[in-house]
């Protein structure tokens, strides 16, 4: 076509130059209308190209390019090229733009920064795909399924004014793939000659692209595949008719013989032409050996070859292989760039890069390639050297930056720009996370020796390889021109580029990949080899192609790992040939090492062992594989059965494990002879048989007799499976016959998997939908479609749907959730019922967003057209009416829900549903106090726990946090009313009684962060509250004596709350209204009370007067409730004389972990090896309200980490114990580190203190309260909420891991927060009846030794160190170290502490120093028996380590003037300041002006506390430290004012900056109590 613009075009645009140049009038007033399009539409593989000619600096933006399907005829020129609609595709920037709207963000080049001279292309390929090109590089694909009319598009914008059109044809490249079409039609026919060569020419096909113009820049498919044959022939039999991968194996193996040239010094090549080094860049040999052809290139081992080294070469007319060979130089293999980061030591001829001085510096480790990288080149690193000592590590991407004119940035991910990384097991694009969790491994923990690849596939595709593993695609539409880039951040200091110089590793690897790419997935190819293979023997033995670590001996029989004792992985071996149906797989364990966790894995694989990469282990692979692993099966990596059969990991030496795959495809196992029951279905009949020698594991050995062996059950459902039990509605054989399935058409992000049975979302934590299954078949009448949840995460809102529809499975184009769908559909959501997209009906009898693992969701279409759900086994009523026969089920794995599961009970429905099989759960909580209907809600103050099913609260520790709410909102008129059970009267205050709009379901359940200390300060919503005789709304005083003041109140008194009709809150004292206490008080409100001070248990005594019918009646057609309005307060009385509860002994189970060794009548339990395999249970069930606890006595700092704790739901006497507690994943809630776990999910962060910490003789307890509330207890302290619907009964669970050795069970007696021991509540001497303003003294003045737990705190450790550098006199300090106190977040935690307390008289608030340590100083015995010391405040003072001597043997502290450091000289004050010298003093003798605060926040800044750097002795780590006292100040001595250093910014929360320093200058105001460190 002409390369000439169109007459038509932007209103700004002049035209000259026949048309082909364009340029852009009034540049520097103007910026758009500059539009021009070519002359005719493009032709497939056109490019158009135009030169820019002229830019200003003028504006912003530059050139614009595209295609359109608008004719420039008719065309209506908008002001820019983004504004052209009706199919048009713009590169704008680095951006690509359809219609208007940005597809692509980050692609090619920036034409941005192009500037004069530089040449821009557009082009439509064959294929329908939009490619640019800048300076006669392809930028790659930037769209596709473009339309075949279409006219080149250039908007002169901003800083472009001018343009000139300099072609529009093919580029030389893509008439060189013409010839590669041709060429290839030849190879799909190798016997057919085109040119009289004979099958020379299927060898020249595969080296044409190589030798079309004789450089390796031009061979960009050269290096494309992977797969090298161990061997490749020395001969072709003209008759031979090769496959596609054949060929590929004949082309890849020149390039390994050219690699093992380099290292053999090309002794045996075997390859015309490659005799000497002059005939690099040669094309071909005439004395190349036997061969086709005269110039064949290829030559037999041994034959001699001339070294021909003629430009052309090709006297015989077709270029042979040599040609490949010879043209591929080594200066084209990937290299590191000479061009590195400033810390990059670069050798091994630029394959490896090192990171200098990696202890002292962990980034400025920036290597890039020489070269961009080719479409499907694998570019691969090993990792060699790592240190221990940074965080974070290896870091591996491509970017669009050339190395010559990048300027490298310390990490590779500060770069904002055509930058794709993998860190840790996230994508960063451009420095920012884009895909949170792409992989399972992390390049964080991968090791010396481990191999991380990636490679740019043809489409556009980045994939990432870990240890030759694909992990699927991390980023579309990667630019095509991009170079390989590794930062060596962090641990990882050497890294070794990969070219496969190991041929038997490079074997594996490529075979791997030539596997993925093969349609013959995991079936074996016929080998490459002109004689045919012997006949293999049908005997089963194991494979010679095995795991790393392992080895085959006795003839293929047994297996083992020589090294079992260094390492636990790399031990997979598999089957020398396809398992036969039926065929059963057996092998005896022979050997075991009790050193790992973890034991022996055994399934079937579809990949052929030949071709296999074997990985570290074989659950690590994502296609065709099942394994059983522990007591569980496994399916390409993902768990699909949870509880299956026997547990491997408990088989001892002597034991034998089989499997086998029956004809109808599904998949058994054995433990000992004994069938486990079916694991799988569906699976292919061309396996292979797997052996993971996987930790504890050693050896095995085939056994041959199967005749022991016991026949198969023909019933497939028999043996363990992982559906729910007790399924109602079930029928006698159903399961065998029931045939529903998920259908094998499903959402992009669903998995269907446990031959059809289950279903799964993946990559569930960064997708949320797009996870839509239907059955196979249609529903019949009568027929349930039921599933049971398996796995739910907590990331989502949302969670499963579930409905039917009429759309046939073929039929439907799944949307992202299928309420997009607008016809023939029903769905329930949450509540709602939806038809069509629509919603019919809300508040449907069941919510299934509150729905949690182990529930059972089902529908069923009844004859009469009405559609029914079961919740449990529980019909939930009629949803809608007048269904469609022949509907479909269909599940939704939406938000938090993850994994189902079709359960047994799906088919027929019979009669007896209705109250044969309803669970206790489906009843509502009945109160033991007939006809009290209020309930309290069981979401309260973290010090209160719930007695009597809701009806009594106790408050059971401390003075606050005992807030409690009503179950329900109160009707108008409604009297809530609670008795006074028990006061403490070392507390002052009293009850707080109000109501408030705070709806306390949606508080956070764990922990309870959301409440106040106490109800006066509760103020998020309208809250109106009493406390003693003030009415207050939202802290705000309303009313001052009202009624009966609270504090009066004592044990027997009724305090009642209600609101009235005329929207008024009335308080009732024992019965008698006390009047409107509030107006204007809103209609949805909740009773809440304050058990505050001395107040610490009530009990409800209220009833409504029209009890909630849903209450009190089951969901039975048969409910025997009471009747409407029934009240009995007889019961109450018998609740208050009820006897108290004797509690459970417990002991520990004899079932527990291999490595448990019980004692002490089983009240203490000890790990006697290893660090794992330490799980205890209690033989008795916990019951509600007691608490259990036990003793940690004995740690071992010889290993990492520590216990975890717990609860399971279900009887452990038949429980397999894996190595640790979070292998667990049925009905286990695991309290470890400062995490709660939920079936091994994460449900809650930052609970409670880190139990790692926990010193020996820490005392740790659990209690689940009466509301089913999971409580931790840490020296009696509680904890608050972890958890929530804990199902009873349920066993406490340890895991003995890591360093702690042993724990003793605590007797029942031993008293919890709010016992009578006094030095939980009052600490040292403190009066108890001290108070202040109703906020009791919680800080000890000479704590006891409970106050600090943590006798092993590394942190106060490392404090102690640095007091030891200071030389400072032991005589200063107090001896006791008891008295030593750490604050630091692991210590203060486990105490209890809160952040703020008061003290003194009058108060004062004063701030803990959290991140400090303290050392306690000796105290004068004067000071120790003054009264009046206990009265001072406290406060802070920070000042320099020179100091610190100088203060310490004054006793007092000394102003910054008067400190050694100081260059200022030392002002004197006359006799008028604060004091009179004494006498004999010096004259000139300063009295300090000394500055405090009542936080270390303020007196820790480095302005008052300066920082020093000293080297630990023990670690010789550098660190650095401050300094400061913590003092006693005379109430009335000093003076409060701004602080001195001019911050405008608060501090603390707790102190305005107007206040927040103190000033003293009297003499004797001010005692050291105590030296403070805090170290970084």
């Not at 040239?261 to 040669?282: H, K, T, V």
């Not at 269904?883 to 939406?894: E, G, K, S």
Request: aromatic share 6%; charged share 20%; glycine share 10%.
């Amino acid at each position: 076509m002409a390369a000439e613009l169109h007459p038509r075009s932007g209103k700004l645009i002049g035209l000259s130059n026949s048309n082909r140049t364009a340029h852009r009038n009034q540049p520097v007033q103007e910026f758009n209308h500059g539009l021009v399009l070519s002359l005719e539409p493009l032709r497939d593989r056109d490019v158009f190209t135009v030169r820019i000619d002229k830019k200003v600096n003028s504006w912003s933006g530059s050139i614009e390019i595209g295609v359109t399907a608008l004719d420039p005829a008719g065309l209506e020129f908008p002001s820019s090229a983004t504004g052209l609609k009706g199919g048009s595709w713009i590169v704008s920037g680095c951006s690509v733009l359809k219609d208007g709207r940005s597809v692509l963000e980050e692609y090619g080049r920036d034409l941005d920064q192009l500037g004069e001279g530089d040449l821009v292309g557009i082009q439509r390929n064959g294929k329908g795909e939009l490619h640019l090109w800048v300076n006669g590089q392809d930028c790659g694909t930037a769209a596709s399924g473009l339309p075949s009319r279409l006219w080149a598009v250039v908007d002169l914008y901003g800083k472009c004014t001018q343009v000139t059109v300099v072609s529009c044809e093919p580029p030389p490249e893509m008439e060189g793939e013409e010839e590669e079409d041709v060429e290839e039609e030849m190879v799909a026919d190798p016997c057919r000659s085109h040119d009289g060569a004979g099958a020379v020419v299927l060898i020249a096909a595969g080296a044409s692209t190589v030798g079309m113009n004789g450089s390796a820049e031009e061979v960009p498919e050269a290096s494309r595949m992977h797969n090298r044959p161990d061997k490749f022939p020395n001969n072709f039999e003209p008759d031979i008719v090769l496959t596609e991968h054949q060929l590929f194996d004949v082309f890849n193996n020149a390039i390994v013989s050219l690699y093992r040239s380099e290292d053999e010094g090309r002794d045996d090549l075997g390859l015309g032409g490659g005799a000497s080094d002059s005939s690099r860049g040669g094309t071909g040999s005439n004395g190349g050996g036997r061969g086709t052809g005269s110039d064949s290139g290829i030559g037999a081992p041994g034959e001699g070859s001339s070294s021909n080294s003629s430009p052309a070469g090709n006297s015989g007319g077709v270029a042979g292989l040599g040609v490949a060979t010879a043209s591929m130089t080594t200066n084209d293999a990937l290299l590191f760039h000479e061009k590195c980061g400033t810390l990059i030591k670069l050798s091994n001829n630029n394959k490896t890069a090192e990171r200098r001085r990696p202890l002292d510096e962990f980034n400025n480790g920036v290597v890039m390639t020489n070269r961009p990288l080719r479409h499907n080149e694998m570019f691969e690193i090993r990792i060699d050297k790592l240190v221990d000592k940074w965080s974070g590590s290896i870091e591996i991407g491509v970017t669009t930056h050339n190395p010559n004119n990048l300027d490298y940035p310390a990490t590779m991910t500060n770069l904002r720009s055509g930058t794709i990384m993998m860190s840790g097991c996230g994508i960063l694009t451009n420095g920012k996370g884009t895909r949170r969790e792409y992989c399972e491994f992390s390049l964080d923990e991968l090791q010396e020796g481990d191999l991380i690849g990636l490679m740019r596939k043809a489409s556009g595709a980045l994939h990432f390889f870990i240890n030759g593993i694909d992990q699927g695609v991390a980023a579309n539409q990667t630019p095509g021109v991009v170079y390989g880039v590794v930062d060596l951040y962090g641990m990882a200091v050497k890294v070794t580029i990969v070219h496969n110089h190991n041929h038997s590793d490079r074997l594996r690897r490529n075979n791997a990949i030539m596997r993925a790419l093969s349609p013959d997935v995991g079936r074996p190819r016929p080998a490459l080899s002109v004689t045919p293979e012997p006949d293999i023997p049908d005997r089963l033995l194991f494979h010679s192609n095995c795991g790393q670590k392992a080895a085959i001996i006795s003839e293929g029989r047994t297996a083992l790992r020589p090294h079992a004792t260094d390492d636990f992985n790399h031990g997979v071996v598999l089957s020398n040939r396809p398992l036969h149906s039926n065929e059963v797989f057996q092998v005896r364990i022979d050997k075991m090492v009790d050193k790992w966790a973890g034991s022996i894995e055994i399934g079937v694989t579809t990949h052929n062992p030949a071709y296999l990469q074997l990985p570290s282990t074989m659950t690590n692979l994502r296609s065709g594989t099942w394994m059983m692993t522990g007591n569980g099966v496994m399916h390409n990596g993902t768990t699909i059965l949870d509880e299956y059969g026997h547990n491997l990991d408990r088989l001892k030496a002597g034991d034998t494990v089989g499997v086998v795959r029956k004809e109808d495809g599904s998949l058994h196992f054995f433990v000992n002879g004994v069938p486990q029951g079916p694991a799988a279905w569906n699976v292919p009949s061309s396996v292979y048989a797997v052996v993971d020698l996987y930790g504890q594991a050693a050896q095995a050995t085939i056994m041959d007799d199967m005749a022991d062996l016991p026949p198969l059950p023909d019933d497939s459902s028999e043996g363990p499976t992982a559906m729910s039990p007790g399924s109602p509605c079930s029928i006698s054989g159903a399961a065998s016959a029931n045939d529903l399935r998920f259908h094998h058409l499903h959402g992009t992000n669903a998995v269907i998997t446990n031959g059809g049975r289950t279903a799964l979302r993946q990559n569930c934590r960064s997708e949320f939908n797009d996870a839509i299954v239907i059955s196979n078949r249609s529903l019949r009448d009568g027929e349930l479609f039921e599933i049971v949840i398996q796995k739910m995460v907590d990331r989502w809102s949302g969670s499963i749907e579930a409905g039917v529809t009429v759309i046939r499975p073929e039929e439907l184009e799944f949307p992202n959730t299928m309420t997009d769908i607008d016809y023939d559909t029903w769905m329930l959501s949450g509540t709602a019922i939806m038809q069509d997209g629509n919603t019919m009906r809300n508040n449907y009898g069941c919510d299934l967003d509150s729905l949690t693992t182990g529930s059972r969701i089902g529908m069923m279409r009844t004859a009469s057209g009405d559609l029914h759900y079961f919740i449990n086994g529980v019909d939930q009523g009629l949803a809608c009416t007048g269904l469609p026969p022949d509907v479909f089920a269909v599940i939704d794995l939406y938000g938090q829900c993850v994994q189902v599961s079709i359960t047994s009970s799906s088919g027929p429905l019979d009669n007896s549903l209705c109250t044969s099989n309803i669970t206790e759960k489906s009843f509502p909580i009945h109160s033991p106090v007939a006809g009290v209907a209020h309930r309290l809600h069981s979401k309260h103050g973290k010090n209160v726990v719930l007695l009597g099913d809701g009806c009594q609260a106790l408050r059971v520790g401390g003075y606050a946090h005992g807030i409690v709410f009503s179950a329900k909102e109160l009707k108008t008129d409604e009297l809530f009313e609670v008795k006074i059970n028990k006061v403490d009267e070392r507390w002052s205050g009293s009850l707080h009684v109000g109501l408030t709009t705070l709806q306390p379901q949606d508080l956070p359940s764990c922990p309870l962060s959301g409440l106040s200390p106490s109800l006066t300060q509760l103020r998020s919503k309208v809250t109106w509250v009493l406390a003693s005789s003030e009415v207050r709304r939202n802290g705000v005083l309303q009313k001052q004596n009202y009624g009966c003041s609270l504090e009066r109140l004592t044990v027997g008194n009724r305090v009642g709350v209600k609101r009235c009709s005329d929207d008024t809150m009335h308080i009732l004292i024992d019965g008698e209204d006390m009047g409107p206490a509030a107006t204007a008080v809103a209609k949805n409100v909740y009773a809440v009370l304050d058990l505050y001070g001395k107040v610490t248990a009530v009990s409800i005594v209220s009833s409504t007067l029209v009890e909630d019918a849903e209450s009190v009646k089951a969901p039975s057609l048969s409910s025997d409730s009471c009747s409407e309005g029934e009240e009995d307060n007889t019961p109450v009385r018998e609740c208050e004389n009820e006897p108290p509860l004797v509690p459970t002994v417990m002991t520990f189970l004899e079932n527990h972990g291999k490595n448990i060794q019980l004692s002490n009548q089983n009240l203490t339990a000890a790990r006697v090896s290893s660090y794992n395999q330490g799980l205890l249970v209690t033989a008795q069930a916990l019951p509600r309200q007691q608490l259990f606890q036990f003793q940690i006595d004995r740690l071992n700092p010889s290993w990492t980490s520590s216990l975890s704790l717990g609860v399971i739901g279900h009887a452990p006497d038949r429980l397999n114990f894996p190595s640790t507690a979070c292998c667990l994943k049925r009905s286990i809630w695991l309290l470890q580190r400062d995490s709660v776990f939920h079936n091994s999910l994460k449900i809650c962060e930052n609970y409670g203190p880190n139990l790692d910490t926990c010193p020996e003789g820490t005392v740790l307890g659990l209690l689940v309260d009466s509301s089913g509330c999971l409580h931790l207890y840490v020296n009696g302290m509680d904890q608050g909420t972890a958890a929530q619907d804990i199902p009873s009964p349920c066993y406490p669970i340890i895991d003995l891991y890591g360093q702690c050795e042993q724990v003793t069970i605590v007797a029942n007696h031993v008293p919890v927060v709010g016992a009578e021991s006094g030095d939980m509540h009052c600490q040292g001497d403190m009066e108890k009846a001290d108070m202040v303003d109703g906020i009791k003294e919680s800080v000890c003045w000479t704590p006891p030794p409970e106050v600090n737990p943590n006798k092993t705190c590394e942190y106060q450790a490392l404090c102690s160190r640095f007091k030891d550098l200071l030389t400072l006199p032991d005589g200063y300090f107090n001896e006791d170290a008891k008295y030593n106190l750490c604050y630091c977040e692991s210590c203060h935690k486990l105490r209890g502490d809160e952040a703020y307390y008061k003290r003194g008289e009058p108060p004062r608030d004063y701030a803990l120093p959290f991140g400090w340590c303290r050392f306690a100083l000796r105290i004068k015995t004067h000071c120790e028996v003054s009264n009046a010391f206990k009265k001072w405040h406290i406060a802070y003072h920070g000042t320099n380590v020179g100091s610190l001597r100088r203060i310490l043997d004054h006793n007092q502290l000394l102003s910054e003037s008067s400190s050694i450091f100081s260059s200022s000289p030392v002002k004197t004050e006359g006799h008028g300041s604060y004091g009179e010298p004494e006498e004999n003093s010096a004259p000139e003798r300063e009295i300090p002006r000394v500055q405090l605060s009542p936080t270390m926040r303020y007196s820790g800044l480095e302005g008052f506390a300066p920082k020093v750097q000293f080297r630990d002795p023990r670690s010789l780590r550098c660190h650095q430290a401050q300094v400061g006292f913590q003092v006693c100040v005379r109430p009335g001595s000093y003076k409060a004012g701004p602080s001195s250093l001019g911050i405008s910014e608060p501090l603390d929360p707790r102190f305005s900056n107007a206040e927040i320093e103190w000033i003293t200058k009297e003499k004797g105001g001010t005692l050291l109590y105590g030296l403070l460190i805090r170290v970084e």
